[in-house]
């Protein structure tokens, strides 16, 4: 979430953004339901604060904003899955992008928490939330784009498990 007065300096969304694929070791996966469309679920996502914002830095903001969960106090780490989707926005959201921005790139990271952990949820973005096994999530996902990455956490996964 964005103070007033930095909403204020930046009106429009950058179209630049993450995606964060919150899981455990046994691949449960972490989902939201948006607070402005309830019944749509997702992983943590987020545009960037300003054009040069580092991506691992979004992600770890949209991280503590949306759950709560601070990925140094917990000492693990995001994994950039070097991931980008390029997706038009869908257009009831377009609102909130410059005159003529209709697609974004979105970058998909993931966080391995030591357990499902209970988020802290900010009230104005998500009404609740839930852990699924991986398969479970991406069938609720509304996002394709947030479904097909789910679908890819058990590969990502291995590859990080020596």
């Known amino acids: 979430m964005l103070s007033e007065t930095r909403a204020a300096e930046r009106p429009h969304k950058i179209p630049e953004s993450v995606l964060v694929v919150i899981h455990t070791a046994d691949l449960q996966v972490l989902l939201l339901e948006r607070a402005d469309h309830p019944g749509y679920w997702q992983s943590v996502t987020g545009s960037k604060d300003h054009p040069d914002e580092p991506l691992a830095e979004t992600a770890r903001r949209e991280v503590l904003e949306e759950t709560g969960f601070d990925v140094a106090a917990l000492g693990t780490v995001l994994h950039d ?82």
Request: charged share 15%; proline share 11%; net charge neutral.
């Open 81 to 162: 899955w070097q991931l980008a989707n390029v997706y038009d926005i869908y257009p009831h959201w377009r609102h909130r992008y410059a005159p003529g921005v209709t697609r974004n790139t979105e970058h998909v990271f993931g966080l391995q928490l030591p357990s499902a952990l209970t988020p802290t949820l900010a009230p104005r973005e998500h009404l609740s939330w839930l852990w699924l096994p991986w398969h479970e999530a991406a069938d609720r996902c509304f996002s394709p784009s947030n479904a097909e990455a789910v679908l890819q956490l058990p590969r990502f996964v291995a590859a990080m498990t020596p």
